[in-house]
């Protein structure tokens, strides 16, 4: 079992930025994958970001590369998404996630945070 708890969104205006912490804990992550994913109101999850525990390898969605960056602090079993620029249209909930390397799907979800981008 891992456990993912996500804290740091809130209220931001069009421009700014914001880190959102995901920490977790009940494992050790060296054979996971960790997400970030969105949803916003409305629309269909989407992914946002990756990142390879073991190794630091990152993966950032198109629509988002440079301006999102996924990262990790192992001493602190914390994953971070850093979001630049931020637009209205960022607006969602916030997802961590996570899954074995071994698997094709995330079988770990934090409880969200929501990120709102005010114009």
């Known amino acids: 079992q891992v456990q993912l708890v996500e804290s740091g969104g809130g209220v931001v205006q069009a421009g700014g930025s914001l880190r959102v912490p995901c920490a977790a804990s009940?494992?050790?992550?060296?054979?996971?994958?960790m997400a970030w994913f969105r949803q916003a109101p409305g629309k269909e999850r989407e992914f946002v970001a990756a990142?390879?525990?073991?190794?630091?390898?990152?993966y950032v969605a198109d629509s988002m590369k440079g301006r999102f960056t996924i990262s990790r602090d192992a001493a602190k079993n914390t994953v971070y998404l850093q979001m630049n620029s931020l637009k209205p249209e960022d607006t969602a909930v916030y997802y961590c996630?996570?899954?074995?390397?071994?698997?094709?799907?995330?079988?770990?979800w934090g409880q969200g945070t929501q990120v709102t981008v005010s114009s």
């Open positions: 990142i390879l525990w073991s190794g630091g390898s990152t």
């Open positions: 009940g494992r050790t992550l060296s054979s996971y994958r």
């Open positions: 996630a996570a899954r074995l390397l071994s698997s094709n799907k995330y079988g770990y």
